[in-house]
């Protein structure tokens, strides 16, 4: 396995401007997450998918959030009309759904900073 | 609700002597728990995993952790700690199955390891 990729790792922008990440999961895994890390916190989760279906939000998933997984592979997360408290890095894992519980492997995260 | 909760957020040890990092649970169901470590400007590495089996859980790097119900803690150890060791640690409990298996972190324990 390759592993989890993410693209772009940092991302700098403009308050008010879109920007879209991308995360790549090991192959054949099912499930895909991604969650936020605020500095000197632990990664909070932000929404999931099974193959293509988003199954779950977290209320933390504000309107100006969209993720898609459009093929069941790879997905992206778009926000919208960045705000400074959108700073965070951004966090995708997947896991194949082998029994009760799974193993999440993370990708090395998207580093965001909205100026 | 399922909870962890990591009773240090700084922990210093001397290179070669043990090491504890503490954690306590919330679940009302017997829960999966992981340790994961992050390095600096890496991803979130799982170091080890409980999943209803044996209580002594062994990891990677000489790590392990204990799980014990009857104080729903899951204390993680390493009889000897290593300069490389030195890293942020999370304590983490997953959802249920049919709730996605999302990973709810704890706030983490830095840990520093001193020559």
């Known amino acids: 396995d390759t592993g989890v990729s993410q693209d772009p790792r940092h991302k700098i922008t403009k308050r008010g401007q879109n920007v879209t990440f991308r995360c790549d999961p090991i192959?054949?895994?099912?499930?895909l997450y991604w969650y936020r890390q605020t500095l000197g916190q632990g990664p909070e989760f932000l929404t999931y998918f099974q193959n293509e279906a988003q199954l779950e939000k977290s209320r933390l998933l504000s309107d100006r959030f969209s993720a898609e997984r459009p093929k069941g592979s790879f997905s992206t997360l778009e926000i919208q009309r960045t705000e400074q408290g959108d700073s965070a890095m951004y966090l995708c894992a997947s896991s194949a759904t082998t029994g009760l519980t799974d193993t999440q492997y993370f990708g090395p995260g998207t580093r965001l900073t909205v100026l | 609700a399922q909870s962890v909760t990591q009773l240090d957020s700084h922990v210093s040890v001397s290179e070669g002597t043990p090491v504890l990092l503490r954690c306590n649970y919330s679940s009302s169901y017997s829960p999966s728990l992981f340790w994961y470590v992050q390095h600096p400007n890496k991803g979130l590495q799982l170091l080890l995993k409980?999943?209803?089996?044996?209580?002594l859980v062994k990891g990677i790097n000489g790590f392990e952790a204990e799980f014990k119900k009857s104080e729903t803690s899951f204390h993680l150890t390493k009889p000897s700690a290593h300069m490389s060791d030195a890293a942020e640690y999370f304590c983490?409990?997953?959802?249920?199955?049919?709730?996605?298996?999302?990973?709810?972190f704890g706030q983490g324990t830095e840990l520093s390891v001193k020559p």
């Open positions: 192959s054949e895994h099912n499930r």
């Open positions: 409980y999943t209803s089996a044996a209580t």
């Open positions: 983490v409990v997953s959802a249920t199955y049919n709730q996605g298996g999302k990973l709810i």
